[in-house]
């Protein structure tokens, strides 16, 4: 057996994702869901990136991201430039990706102590 050191002891690590759901830390997420190093909150109630409007990024901000990654579900389809805006004007960095890709993404960042939230559409 070996044994490694857990980095990701005191934040939220995406341990899984399957088409429709998440597994974030022992939790499954069945539902958008936005995810940051420290906070989870249930993300809009719309069932694709291309129904995202500008209010629905006040949820993110509140985080104090300096990156957010969008995971749009099975593949990649952009929101409408409005909704990225938001995060643009501020000097936030912003990637539109499938979930699996976004799910890495976060995984990598958040360990690297970021301050990165994702928004994930299942």
Known sequence: MRFSEDLSSGINVIRGYAPGEFKINDVLYRAPIIV?????APG???SSADELAAEHAASI?????ELVLL???ARQIFPPAI???EFLRRGIGFEVM??????RTFNVLVTERRRVVALLLP
Do not use: K, V
């Open 36 to 40: 940051g190093s420290s906070a989870i």
């Open 44 to 46: 809009p109630g719309i």
């Open 61 to 65: 901000l509140a985080l104090e991201p």
């Open 71 to 73: 995971g749009t579900g």
């Open 83 to 85: 909704f990225g805006a």
């Open 98 to 103: 499938d979930s699996g890709a976004a799910c």
